[in-house]
């Protein structure tokens, strides 16, 4: 399986910041990578596929890079909304495989 | 626009089974496959398999085949999750997510959209 580990794994930031949460695969899964975030009680989100396409009704403020077995999700200019769980996922080989996740949190 | 509402939590004793819904609208529901995946308490985010809404197959994550069981019922654009046998340790969120693209091919896909979650928690 590939093991997906993701960096940090918990953060703390204002609004108005910029963060980079970092996604390693243990095996090149070319660029078939999504980020996902999740709050309680709510459904997941899914931010960003293929690493860098942005979902639509996504906001702009959220990018996506990298390729091969490192990824980025970059968070410019963080807003209130933006606190949660942030998780990467691999789907370039079965089993599916997830990051252990990044709890993005109000400093 | 794409709904996937699930059913309300369960409190179950163990060795007891539960099934849990996920009702499918705004999409044709035999287009796309549809995943299962599970959030444990304090845990993170774990694919468990998914079925072929077309088909009917269901392909199971290594570590889940044997107590569980994917189903649909078409007339309804509803798949199910069943677990049998229940054990504390099922005590988790199980989420169904709809992958992003139609048709089916031997590779997976990310997942679009995504049920609200059911809480199932097994004690006695």
């Known amino acids: 399986d590939i093991q997906m580990t993701q960096s940090p794994s918990s953060l703390s930031a204002s609004v108005g910041d910029t963060v980079t949460i970092t996604c390693r695969a243990s095996q090149g899964i070319n660029n078939w990578l999504a980020w996902y975030q999740l709050k309680p009680e709510k459904a997941p989100k899914s931010l960003i596929y293929a690493a860098s396409t942005l979902r639509s009704g996504v906001p702009s403020r959220f990018s996506g890079s990298g390729s091969g077995t490192d990824f980025f999700l970059t968070i410019n200019g963080l807003q209130p909304e933006d606190f949660a769980t942030y998780y990467c996922q691999q789907y370039n080989t079965y089993p599916i495989t997830f990051g252990q996740g990044t709890r993005l949190e109000i400093k | 626009q794409v709904q996937l509402v699930q059913s309300g939590s369960e409190l179950e004793k163990p060795g007891a089974s539960v099934k849990v819904s996920c009702k499918a609208s705004?999409?044709?529901?035999?287009?796309?496959?549809m995943n299962w995946v599970r959030q444990a308490p304090g845990q993170g985010l774990e694919w468990m398999g998914w079925?072929?809404?077309?088909?009917?197959?269901?392909t199971y994550a290594q570590g889940f085949t044997g107590r569980i069981i994917f189903s649909l019922d078409t007339s309804v654009s509803t798949a199910y999750l069943q677990i049998s046998s229940l054990k504390a340790e099922d005590t988790a969120v199980y989420y169904c997510?709809?992958?992003?693209?139609?048709?089916?091919?031997?590779?997976?896909?990310?997942?679009?959209?995504w049920g609200q979650g059911t809480l199932v928690i097994v004690s006695s």
């Open positions: 079925i072929n809404t077309n088909t009917g197959n269901p």
């Open positions: 705004g999409y044709t529901f035999t287009n796309y496959a």
């Open positions: 997510a709809r992958v992003m693209s139609s048709g089916y091919s031997d590779y997976p896909s990310s997942l679009q959209h």
